[in-house]
């Protein structure tokens, strides 16, 4: 009786064969129930509930702590602009206003359509590269305003299925805080971490 | 500046593929592991102990001590924490991206050396990528026999989960983190009795290490603890990482020897203030540390004893710069905003007074200061730490909330001017200033959003 | 017993036991040291940090909460010192920085923590300019509480006892940081059965119980102390009255019972006293209507059907039922008027769902409910705690949970502590011999061992009408049987049971226990009796056999057959609506005695207010009859009956008004020794069979009753289930239902329609029928059922 597809409901049994008790598989399945409904619903904690058992009420103490789980609408592409003090040394705080401006999306919010969303964000350990932007959690170092802008435009007209770091921070990266090394394939496809017991890394050959 | 690189030497050697198995085997990985399963709890202890690596998370405390207090009940476990959050720390993310079988191979050391059969590392949510080059890691060490049952064809067990966190700072700290780990809110929990080492994970003795911390470990036992403690002439050994950002013309990761001065760190290895501005201040030890200033700490040796005889600590070794041109008002905003947003809530004193604290500061940015704001910030502030000292005399139950108090001093300490004038002025003059000065300011209504705390558009 | 230490507070050395919080030695030694989230009967979390002390360390003072740190020997400690000082007016400017000043408002205005220690402690002004955290007040959090967010210091009292103590954690923190708040889930209200209690622990005025929200201040209440009578832990609680109405129970903190602790059925089933239809006059039946009378016209009406009978027929045609709902002193009256006024053998307060007499009142090695506490395994055969014995639920679910009990649960469904339960084996309905057949030939090894240890409690009753009442006597023998140290609690409904078993309420035992050569008739054979004609009339005190006995069949002819029918009740019900005369009672609160509850402990309960109309005290009914029909027994108040008991019973010898009402408020124990064994009676149950069975049925109380108490207090009311059968969900396609069918349900005995309720907690193949709400008495109790679906 889970409102989950068989495969969700396959990705949560081999989450919670990973842990010793069934409820430290509450984040991790917080993120399967995002990655199924596009955001954290009622019935997506009800059901993680289900999955840990316990209560509705405890899942929604868990989720509603931590920043990542949305439970709001949240668009297909989640911008998050770190401007905390390194980012915000170097001009992110003006980066966050051009990523609005170019959108029409105020920070904390989501377009009409359900493609961006956008939001300003504490640290996200990009300080040697920043200012510092992630799209879907996939990171940017190094970004002006200016590419900002182009990020969001980039994300608007090509709508790519699956946002690549090493792709974007070709596109519209600068100073890195470290050498990346070889390029990755693959990224994320919604607005929480592409991570493989997840089932949420997608790469653009499958696509 | 001849000392060795130990935990970066892999990415500095072989900058394209430094986190691949195949790289990893054929710069000698996987062999100090294997060793270790014929060491004794208390060899490798021992071991640990004599090198003085000292934990990299913070607190830096002596790693092989820590384990040393493992309780003897079972089954113990090992959480590594890889929830790096703290403003201006960046070091541990690339250890994770850069070279994750160097982590792994120092959780089986870690897991071996206090019997645990399971362990764990918590990634923060906002780092899929190195959370990614981590379990392909994870999952070749599993097919290879290096971890699962009976690692390296012994009949020793080790489980190892890797564990995404969902946006919460305080995680990094230990004992939320175990509540994190058990799908729990992320709350610190109370010292005593829970002490992870007496009742941890599951209430069960559990060690948590940083992951730089383990990332050593391989190294150590390699090179002999004699050999990692004598790379350091001072009481720190071995070689410690900092992540140095701001306004300097070569921020990034630096693994350093013991015994240079931040003058070193800032002008020679950093490249100097951008576009050669003055240094107006700098955080040495991520943004809970109490800030230093150029008048009175440049030529300071970067060591744990002297940083904190000065005031200040080392912390997660983040160093972040700031030029004359920068608003320390804003600058101080900005770190307390991170703390108010970053508490947890349980504790009275850190939920009440970081948002004071907070609203209280960006009054004075946005122009709406009033001349005993300053006095009121530091009274709050000192409802939080108790007189303000270091190390702090916390009202809270963990550190948290003290750290928001570091800007306060600092401005009370070095800046009092600058507030003064950003009161008598109406706001802030600095480049960046906002726009929206004189507008009064929107505080007090809580949301489930991130726009909480967030810098206010123009409009 | 427990190791003393020495510390030193504010420069006095005090004794104090190893290992106690220092917030509670400084108590118990004068020194008050404030706090917000500490609570005595739950885990610390030290998280207001009112609490904060001073205390010396080698590398110098350092600053801990009192409420998490154990004293330990040579401790040195300050609780006042300037930065201490420093340190609490900081935490109160904090705390009050949000805090809206709707005191005036606010029911907890004059009794609140937050209120006297701003007084007491805090800065006096706030410097807080900024603008307040603003939410919607109040919100409903469920039918009982409301929940006002602003006021709310976040605590955890509220959470924590949800989480620790009742195992319901419908209430959470949500969110983080400065907008952290507590909260539940969307459409899923706190629904706790113990909701109440955090209206009472908490520390502002952020939850409030509906049935008080504004109806009085603190000052003005009068206080008198009792227990609760909806359960026969008998917990313990204050009584708080103004202007002749009582507003409120609050739970009295003690070792003995509760902690504290009252169901949501305890501390607010009061309402029913106040009800507009309670009876305040006599009532005569005249041409087939009730008629109010004077009593003294009613006395002689009454007195004179009873003469005639016993004139013609003797006493032993008169059947007299009830008891078990009064004080002792009512009982013992009754018992008198009886057995030595009309001069019957036929007296049971029980109405045959209950155990036997002599298990009930006269077990060998009967449990203290503080021997939970102590036992190695606690075993619970009966009915669900949770929902029949809400303070012994409490009680085992701390032990299970808190001290590491191991807890062996059996049950035919899921019970409230299942959650806790070391071993829970779940059996058909009318199975339970057949499971302890097993048990004894070894089949379950694993409850075998949890039983073979030094110290077992056995709670043992009803678990289910198919398994009658015998199946707990041989629980209780087999455990015996594994464990010598077994100590039996069994349990009964009706609040004072034990009391009115004590002071002879049943066909087999006289006033102080003793055995009765030739018993007289149960409730049951009265019944039958009554329908025979072999009894002509019936007198019933506080009595509803047909709203109790399991099968009301016979109750129903019983007293359709009647002669004449006497009751004595607070309203007409079920059974007394065609009585022949009803004369009115005061209830609790209302009237002063003692009461026995489940373990032996004597209480005294008080008054508060008096009785409405011409309502009266069952003794002095009884008193009053005896003398018009000539044979006055002498009684002049509750006391002179309470020393008559001592003097007659000699377990209770020495328990006196005086003694409870001044020395021992939380009772005394009167010793149970009966020496009454009992062995492994086999008893095969063969219903009879409804055509075309599909299912086993489940019969047991819940918590909120269709009783006449539950049915007049407007808060508790709405909170029963109505006529439900609850079906598990893998059953409902087969039987075409889905939640809120209407059920057609068949048994041999009869027939009923019923709302379907979906539950996993129910197996399949089984279904669970409330037997105590509306339409499930005609089902009798036969296990057999049939269902059809009609829409």
Redesign the interface.
Request: glycine share 6%.
């Given at each position: 009786?889970s409102i989950w597809s068989e495969a969700t409901q396959q990705r949560a049994r081999d989450i919670l064969s990973?842990?010793?008790?069934?409820?430290?598989?509450?984040?991790?399945l917080?993120?399967l129930a995002m990655a199924e409904e596009g955001h954290l619903t009622?019935e997506g904690?009800?059901e993680v509930a289900n999955w840990?058992e316990?209560?509705?009420?405890?899942?929604?103490?868990?989720?509603?702590?931590?920043?990542?789980?949305k439970?709001?609408r949240t668009g297909k592409y989640l911008v998050?602009c770190c401007?905390?003090?390194?980012c915000?040394?170097?001009?992110g705080?003006?980066v966050?206003?051009a990523v609005?401006d170019e959108s029409g999306v105020?920070?904390?919010e989501t377009d009409q359509e359900g493609v961006l969303s956008v939001?300003?964000?504490?640290?996200?350990?990009?300080?040697?590269?920043?200012p510092a932007v992630?799209v879907n959690?996939?990171?940017i170092e190094g970004v002006t305003p200016e590419k900002a802008r182009e990020l969001v435009q980039w994300l608007k007209k090509a709508k790519p299925e699956v946002v690549n770091?090493d792709e974007m921070q070709q596109l519209f990266g600068g100073?890195r805080?470290?050498?990346?090394?070889?390029a990755?394939q693959g990224g994320?496809v919604g607005p929480y971490?592409?991570?493989?017991?997840?089932g949420t890394?997608e790469s653009e050959a499958e696509v | 500046m001849s000392t060795p690189l130990i935990v970066t030497k892999r990415m500095v050697d072989h900058p394209s593929d430094s986190h691949t198995l195949e790289r990893y085997e054929e710069t000698g990985g996987y062999v100090e592991a294997k060793r270790a399963l014929g060491l004794t709890r208390d060899e490798l202890v021992e071991e640990v102990k004599a090198s003085g690596l000292l934990g990299r998370g913070g607190a830096a405390f002596s790693a092989g001590l820590k384990w040393s207090f493992l309780a003897p009940a079972r089954p113990s476990y090992l959480v590594i924490n890889g929830d790096e959050s703290e403003p201006g720390t960046f070091k541990d993310r690339q250890l994770l991206e850069r070279d994750p079988h160097q982590m792994i191979e120092g959780i089986i050391i870690t897991a071996i050396a206090n019997e645990v059969h399971h362990a764990f590392v918590y990634i923060r949510g906002e780092y899929p990528k190195p959370a990614r080059r981590v379990q392909t890691a994870v999952d070749e060490a599993y097919a290879n026999g290096y971890l699962g049952k009976g690692i390296f064809g012994s009949d020793y067990d080790l489980e190892l989960t890797v564990h995404l966190g969902g946006g919460a700072y305080i995680c990094g700290e230990e004992t939320a983190l175990i509540n994190s780990l058990e799908g729990q809110r992320g709350e610190p929990r109370l010292k005593p009795p829970y002490f992870p080492a007496a009742k941890g994970l599951y209430m069960m003795p559990t060690i948590v290490n940083n992951v730089e911390t383990v990332s050593n470990l391989p190294h150590i036992l390699a090179m002999g603890s004699d050999d990692y403690a004598s790379l350091s002439d001072n009481a720190d050994t071995g070689t410690f990482m900092m992540s140095l950002s701001g306004h300097v013309n070569r921020p990034g990761n630096y693994e350093l020897p013991h015994g240079i001065t931040w003058r070193d760190l800032i002008y020679d290895i950093g490249g100097g203030i951008t576009g050669d501005k003055e240094l107006k201040a700098w955080i040495p030890g991520g943004a809970s540390a109490p800030w230093f200033v150029p008048e009175e700490h440049l030529d300071l040796e970067i060591s744990k004893d002297a940083t904190a005889a000065a005031g200040s600590m080392l912390g997660s070794g983040a160093v972040i710069v700031m030029d004359e041109d920068t608003c320390m008002v804003r600058a101080a905003e900005r770190v307390v905003r991170f703390f108010a947003h970053e508490s947890c809530g349980q504790c009275t004193p850190c939920r009440e007074g970081t948002t004071w604290l907070e609203m209280i500061l960006r009054r004075i940015e946005e122009g709406q200061g009033r001349a005993v704001d300053l006095d009121l910030a530091v009274d709050v502030s000192d409802g939080i730490s108790i007189g303000l000292g270091w190390p702090p005399k916390m009202t809270t139950i963990c550190p948290l909330g003290p750290s928001a108090v570091s800007p306060i001093k600092a401005l009370k300490d070095y800046f009092i001017d600058e507030v003064d004038r950003h009161v008598a002025e109406g706001g802030c003059w600095f480049p960046g200033a906002k726009k929206t000065l004189n507008t009064p300011v929107l505080v007090g209504s809580p949301t489930t959003r991130a726009s909480r705390s967030a810098p206010r558009a123009e409009s | 017993m427990t190791d003393l230490v020495h510390v030193t507070i504010n420069g006095t050395q005090h004794e104090v036991p190893a290992g106690e919080l220092l917030i509670k030695a400084a108590q118990d030694n004068g020194t008050y040291i404030p706090r917000f989230c500490w609570h005595e009967r739950m885990n610390p979390v030290g998280m207001c940090r009112m609490c904060l002390v001073e205390i010396e360390t080698p590398r110098g003072p350092m600053m801990v909460t009192a409420c998490t740190n154990p004293v330990s020997d040579g401790m040195v400690v300050d609780t006042e010192n300037a930065e201490v000082k420093k340190a609490q007016e900081a935490i109160l400017e904090f705390l009050l920085a949000n805090h809206p000043l709707d005191c005036p408002v606010c029911d907890k205005g004059g009794e609140c923590p937050l209120q006297d220690q701003a007084m007491a402690y805090g800065p006096g002004e706030s410097r807080f300019v900024e603008i307040k955290r603003h939410y919607e007040k109040p919100i409903p959090i469920s039918d009982l509480v409301l929940l006002d967010r602003e006021r709310c210091i976040l605590c955890a009292r509220c959470t924590r006892f949800s989480d620790e103590i009742s195992g319901d954690p419908l209430i959470e923190f949500k969110d983080r940081g400065n907008a952290t708040e507590v909260n539940t889930f969307p459409e899923l209200p706190f629904s706790s059965y113990f909701s109440g209690n955090t209206v009472q622990i908490c520390p502002v005025g952020a939850l409030t119980a509906k049935p008080y929200r504004f109806r009085a201040r603190p000052w003005d209440l009068q206080k008198v102390e009792s227990s609760g009578m909806f359960d026969t832990a008998h917990p313990r609680l204050e009584i708080h009255a103004s202007q002749n109405e009582i507003l409120r129970y609050t739970g009295v903190d003690n070792d003995a019972t509760n902690h504290g602790w009252l169901s949501d059925k305890d501390r607010f089933g009061f309402e029913y006293l106040r009800a507009p239809d309670r009876l305040t006059k006599p009532l005569v039946r005249r041409d087939g209507e009730f008629v109010e009378v004077e009593w003294p016209e009613a006395l002689d009406i009454a007195a004179g059907r009873l003469e005639l009978i016993i004139d013609e027929d003797g006493g032993s045609a008169i059947g007299v039922i009830g008891g078990a709902n009064g004080t002792n002193e009512d009982a013992y009256a009754l018992s008198r008027f009886a057995r030595d006024v009309i001069g019957t053998p036929h007296v049971d307060s029980r109405m045959d769902d209950a155990l036997a007499s002599h298990f009930l009142a006269a077990t060998v090695d009967r449990a203290l409910i503080s021997d939970i506490d102590e036992a190695d395994t606690i075993v619970v055969w009966g009915p669900d705690l949770k929902e029949e014995h809400p303070t012994l639920y409490l009680r085992v679910r701390r032990a299970a949970q808190e001290l590491g009990k191991t807890l062996v649960v059996v049950h035919p469904r899921a019970t409230g502590l299942d959650d806790r339960a070391t071993i829970k084996a779940t059996y058909r309905p009318g199975g339970g011999f057949e499971l302890l057949d097993e048990i004894a030939e070894g089949d379950h090894p694993e409850i075998s061992e949890a039983l073979s240890v030094d110290k077992v409690v056995a709670i043992v009753g009803i678990a289910s009408h198919a398994d009658g009442p015998q199946l707990a006597e041989s629980v209780a023998a087999l455990v015996r049987q594994k464990s010598s140290g077994t100590k039996i609690l069994p349990l009964n409904g009706r609040a004072n049971t034990f009391g009115a078993l004590d002071m002879g309420l049943a066909p087999d035992l006289g006033p102080g226990r003793l055995n009765i050569e030739s018993p007289g008739m149960s409730t049951a054979e009265m019944m039958e009796a009554l329908d025979s004609g072999e009894l002509r009339a019936l007198v019933m005190v506080g009595a509803d056999p047909i709203g109790n006995i399991p099968d009301p069949r016979s109750a129903i002819n019983g007293l359709d057959a009647a002669e004449y029918v006497i009751s004595i009740d607070l309203f007409v019900n079920e059974s007394n609506l065609n009585a022949d005369l009803i004369l009115p009672a005061s209830g609790f609160g209302e009237k002063e005695g003692t009461v026995t509850n489940v373990e032996g402990r004597v209480q005294k309960v008080n008054v508060v207010r008096p009785s409405p109309g011409a309502a009266r005290d069952d003794w002095e009914i009884l008193e009053d009859l005896s003398r018009h029909m000539g044979k006055g027994m002498g009684f002049s108040s509750s006391e002179t009956i309470a020393k008559q008991i001592s003097e007659t019973a000699p377990a209770y010898s020495g328990v006196t008004h005086d003694l409870l009402e001044w020395d021992e408020r939380d009772g005394v124990v009167v010793p149970i020794d009966g020496g009454q064994s009992f062995d492994h009676i086999p008893v095969a149950l063969e219903g009879p069979k409804a055509p075309g069975a599909q299912f086993t049925l489940h019969s047991a109380r819940v918590l909120y009753d269709d009783g006449v108490r539950v049915r007049h207090c407007a808060s508790l009311a709405p909170l029963a289930r109505g006529p439900v059968v609850q079906v598990n969900p893998q059953d409902a396609p087969g039987l075409g239902a889905q939640d809120g069918s209407s059920v057609k349900v068949t048994t041999g005995h009869g027939t009923g329609e019923f709302t379907a309720v979906l539950d996993p907690d129910t197996p399949s193949g089984v279904v669970f029928i409330p037997f105590d709400q509306p339409g499930a008495r005609s089902l009798g109790t036969d296990p057999v059922v049939r269902l059809k679906v009609v829409n």
């Open positions: 009786m990973r842990y010793p008790e069934k409820r430290s598989a509450v984040m991790p917080l993120y009622n904690m009800a840990c316990i209560t509705p009420a405890q899942v929604q103490a868990v989720a509603s702590f931590y920043t990542m789980y439970r709001e998050s401007t905390s003090i390194s915000m040394l170097l001009g705080d003006d966050l206003h609005e105020p920070h904390g939001e300003h964000v504490e640290c996200i350990g990009a300080c040697g590269g920043a992630q959690y996939e990171l770091t100073t805080s470290f050498d990346w090394g070889i990755e994320a971490p592409a991570f493989q017991p997840l890394v | - | -």
